[in-house]
């Protein structure tokens, strides 16, 4: 189990702390309904017990700052209002937690895989007047640019990313970037699936990634929200491998197969077989990838053979 732990300051922007915090808490509550064990274990920590968040809303029974790191652990630093010279404020509870983070977490970070730094809007900032950046690439929300780039003039700033991910350091832009980070990780930590029942429950469907083209396949056609297309989609996406009729994907939507399709082309874009086949070549390529067999990926993915799962490749390039 991994230690998910916020790192809790006066003034810290509240949704910065619930986004992600409700991502991991539903990613282990979808994990354990399926018999998994839970993934993630949620801590918040801060060099006071109790603050009061951006919003007014006390934050009470925080842990004290941990004088070691000894379990695999995600630090989260999160953001504040305001602008670049309002955020770092030379106050006690920042002072301690830039002397913490310089002390503590910086001889651990980037010494294996034990500790992953993320920071979530402003709190990139924190992390660049702990030393903790160095000549990594970062990024933060779009008004704090210019001052994250003197705080940490070594580092490779990257404007208008969503987050950036950049060995233990994973930076995200704020607020609702916070979500996609968490998003992120869970895809990373726990696979597409338990990522996409997540992304669906938040009502996050289109999941914003770092710059690249490439989206989970199990998380693409799904900027909807018709309850039966996601029930078949969450069940082809647990079982891509099973064989998929016309009858069978609509008894897991609980309609006739010719309202599913009217469905999926309204919703989805495309017929209930065309995801289906979405979603295994996509699934086929990443094992090809990642130097599987022809014959081995076509197994993976539910084609059987090589030769089909050529001739869906090759419909899927025209």
Known sequence: ???????????????????????????????QRRGR????????????????????????????????LHRPTWLVLLGRPGDASDVVRRQRAWLAARDWLSRCVAPQLGAGAQLKLLTVCAGALLAADAGLIGSR?????HELLEGLARMSPGAAVQANRVFVEDGPLL????ITAGIDLALHLITQTCGAAVASAVAQVMVAFTRRGPHDPQRSPLLEHRDHLHPAVHRVQDAVCAEP???????????????????????????????????????RSALAQHALTRGAAAATAAQIAGFGTPRRLRQALARGTR
């Open 137 to 141: 690439r970062v990024t933060t929300h």
């Open 241 to 279: 491998a099973l064989d998929w009729t016309a009858e069978r994907l609509a008894q897991a939507a609980h309609v006739t197969p010719r309202h599913l399709a009217r469905l999926f082309r309204a919703h989805a874009g495309l017929s209930p077989r065309g995801y289906v086949e979405h979603v």
């Open 37 to 68: 064990p839970a993934a993630f274990r949620l801590r918040y920590a801060g060099p006071e017990p109790q603050v009061a968040s951006s919003v007014g809303v006390a934050l009470a029974g925080l842990e004290a700052l941990p004088a070691s």
């Open 1 to 31: 189990m991994i230690d998910v732990l916020f790192l809790v300051l006066p003034d810290s922007l509240l949704l910065d702390i619930a986004g992600p915090a409700e991502a991991f808490r539903l990613a282990n509550q979808h994990l």
């Open 171 to 174: 930076s995200s832009a704020g």
